[in-house]
């Protein structure tokens, strides 16, 4: 999916936004602690988090000041500042009435967005949240000041940026590399070490309690049972203190929503907004994508010579550099497999830019890799991806030579006009595939 980002000006801050859907109801996510639009929405569980939601809405996200794509700030906004700025965001987007969605720390802000503008909040779902961040003589949901500021010093501090943070908020995937990689490049993305300690600072200063009985807008609250970061009875004792609220408990210790069963929270909000939830779609959706192969030229020989701890590191390094420009050209990761990758795009041409750009950066660690692209009807199986179009670009990548990228005829058709140029490499008869396919080797003007 492509990412259309725009900007709405807040005072004299930009604030970046983008829409997805066109469905009638406005829901605008009001996001957590720190956020990028772009690096969140290259992991497939976000998403497809945010397409679940987009089927029935027309979605609003943004990244708060001083984070993600918005501008920087000298110092961390007030509450009532980041209240004008989802406003801003409305305003931009041609949103009289929104239902707000606030995640975690963003539950805060939308309580008192909801109990401010009346006029303009049409439902209030708050997932994760908390009406206080610590621990008072009439609130032993959270910990005290102390104590956090304690484990954020050893823990989470000189963490950021290294994928370490991630255990917490979503251990289901602590084991993932793949997914502890994303979160460090989300951390280093979204917020410097020194705005994430004002910003954390600041959320430690936050007490919404008295906005609660304020709160007009029909309001769902959800929480997982086992959530790590906030305190089930956090949830539940909000919910109790707004008139009507809805609180639903879910299963599960991801306090990150895309983790874990993420359609049971777009499911639960469906239902809220729209009075019925939509069938649940099947583990298996069709889409049309370009998928790309690559691997390492030589590899076991390599292994051997250099032993195995600096293999490995040069196996991270290799990495690195693929992630590096999956980010680049909005490529998503699906998997590693041994010293290779399964990558898909959303576009043939910054797939092959993309394939391109890894060749020339892997040869200056001293490197040869193929790279196999080809574009077709792809099976979406959970973060997985089958079919046809996979297996044929596994076997192109197969025949690939060394610093080659190497692409099918419908790659080199569906790019005509993008300045890229194509070698002709004949007819292959790709095993197990039915037929030849023309094979043409592609150089982008720009590599």
Same mark, same amino acid.
């Given at each position: 999916m492509? $990412?259309?980002?725009?900007y709405a000006?807040s005072d004299?801050?930009?604030? @970046?936004y983008?829409?997805?859907g066109?469905?009638?109801?406005?829901?605008?996510?009001?996001? /957590?602690?720190?956020?990028?639009?772009?690096?969140?929405?290259s992991?497939?569980?976000?998403?497809?988090?945010? %397409?679940?939601?987009?089927?029935?809405?027309?979605?609003?996200t943004?990244?708060k000041r001083?984070?993600g794509?918005?501008?920087?700030?000298p110092?961390?906004?007030?509450l009532?500042?980041r209240?004008d700025?989802?406003?801003?965001?409305?305003?931009?987007?041609?949103?009289?009435r929104?239902a707000?969605?606030g995640i975690?720390e963003?539950?805060?802000l939308?309580?008192?967005?909801?109990?401010?503008?009346?006029?303009r909040?049409?439902?209030?779902? *708050?997932?994760?949240?908390?009406?206080?961040?610590? =621990?008072?003589?009439?609130y032993?949901?959270?910990?005290t000041?102390?104590?956090?500021?304690e484990a +954020?010093?050893?823990?989470? @501090?000189?963490? =950021?940026?290294?994928?370490?943070n991630?255990?917490?908020?979503a251990?289901? *995937?602590a084991?993932?590399?793949?997914?502890?990689?994303?979160w460090?490049?989300?951390?280093?993305?979204?917020?410097?070490?020194?705005m994430?300690?004002?910003?954390?600072?600041?959320?430690?200063?936050?007490?919404?309690?008295? @906005?609660?009985p304020l709160?007009?807008a029909?309001?769902?609250? *959800?929480?997982?049972r086992?959530?790590?970061?906030v305190?089930?009875?956090?949830g539940?004792?909000?919910?109790?203190?707004?008139k009507?609220?809805?609180?639903?408990e879910?299963?599960?210790?991801?306090h990150a929503g895309?983790a874990g069963?993420?359609a049971?929270?777009?499911?639960?909000v469906e239902?809220?907004? +729209?009075g019925?939830?939509?069938?649940?779609?099947t583990? *298996?959706?069709?889409?049309?994508a370009t998928v790309?192969?690559?691997d390492?030229v030589?590899?076991?020989?390599?292994?051997v010579e250099l /032993?195995d701890?600096?293999?490995?590191?040069?196996l991270?390094?290799?990495?690195? $550099?693929?992630?590096?420009?999956?980010?680049?050209h909005?490529?998503?990761?699906?998997?590693t497999?041994?010293?290779?990758?399964l990558?898909t795009?959303?576009?043939?041409?910054?797939?092959?830019?993309a394939?391109a750009?890894i060749?020339?950066?892997?040869?200056e660690?001293?490197?040869?890799m193929r790279?196999g692209i080809? +574009?077709?009807e792809?099976?979406l199986?959970?973060d997985?991806v089958?079919?046809?179009a996979v297996?044929?670009?596994?076997?192109?990548v197969s025949? %690939?030579?060394? /610093?080659?990228?190497? $692409?099918s005829?419908?790659?080199?058709?569906l790019?005509?006009?993008?300045g890229i140029?194509?070698?002709?490499?004949g007819?292959?008869?790709l095993?197990?595939?039915?037929?030849? =396919?023309?094979?043409?080797?592609a150089t982008p003007?720009?590599?």
């Amino acid at each position: 999916m492509g $990412v259309d980002i725009r900007y709405a000006k807040s005072d004299e801050v930009h604030l @970046a936004y983008y829409i997805e859907g066109d469905g009638p109801i406005d829901l605008v996510i009001v996001p /957590g602690f720190v956020s990028h639009i772009e690096v969140g929405l290259s992991n497939p569980r976000i998403a497809r988090f945010a %397409a679940a939601l987009s089927r029935f809405s027309r979605l609003i996200t943004f990244d708060k000041r001083g984070t993600g794509m918005s501008d920087p700030v000298p110092q961390v906004p007030t509450l009532e500042q980041r209240m004008d700025d989802i406003r801003a965001v409305m305003d931009a987007a041609g949103s009289e009435r929104a239902a707000l969605l606030g995640i975690s720390e963003g539950a805060q802000l939308s309580v008192l967005f909801a109990a401010a503008h009346p006029e303009r909040t049409t439902s209030l779902v *708050l997932y994760g949240g908390m009406a206080r961040s610590t =621990w008072a003589p009439d609130y032993p949901w959270a910990n005290t000041r102390e104590g956090i500021n304690e484990a +954020t010093a050893e823990f989470m @501090a000189p963490g =950021w940026g290294t994928g370490e943070n991630l255990e917490p908020f979503a251990p289901s *995937l602590a084991d993932d590399p793949a997914a502890r990689d994303w979160w460090g490049r989300m951390e280093r993305s979204a917020a410097s070490p020194a705005m994430m300690a004002q910003i954390f600072q600041t959320f430690l200063e936050t007490d919404v309690r008295s @906005a609660l009985p304020l709160v007009q807008a029909p309001t769902l609250v *959800l929480h997982r049972r086992g959530d790590r970061v906030v305190n089930i009875g956090a949830g539940r004792w909000m919910a109790e203190q707004i008139k009507d609220a809805k609180f639903v408990e879910l299963p599960g210790n991801d306090h990150a929503g895309w983790a874990g069963d993420s359609a049971a929270i777009t499911g639960a909000v469906e239902e809220f907004l +729209t009075g019925s939830r939509a069938e649940a779609p099947t583990d *298996l959706d069709r889409v049309l994508a370009t998928v790309m192969f690559v691997d390492i030229v030589g590899s076991t020989q390599r292994a051997v010579e250099l /032993g195995d701890r600096p293999w490995r590191d040069l196996l991270e390094r290799y990495y690195a $550099v693929i992630r590096r420009e999956l980010q680049q050209h909005r490529g998503r990761e699906v998997k590693t497999m041994g010293d290779g990758m399964l990558a898909t795009f959303d576009g043939p041409a910054r797939a092959v830019s993309a394939g391109a750009a890894i060749v020339a950066g892997v040869r200056e660690l001293g490197l040869e890799m193929r790279t196999g692209i080809h +574009t077709g009807e792809c099976e979406l199986i959970g973060d997985d991806v089958g079919g046809l179009a996979v297996h044929i670009g596994a076997r192109i990548v197969s025949a %690939a030579e060394p /610093g080659e990228v190497l $692409v099918s005829s419908i790659v080199r058709d569906l790019t005509a006009g993008s300045g890229i140029d194509y070698a002709d490499r004949g007819a292959r008869v790709l095993k197990g595939v039915p037929g030849e =396919w023309q094979l043409y080797a592609a150089t982008p003007s720009t590599a």
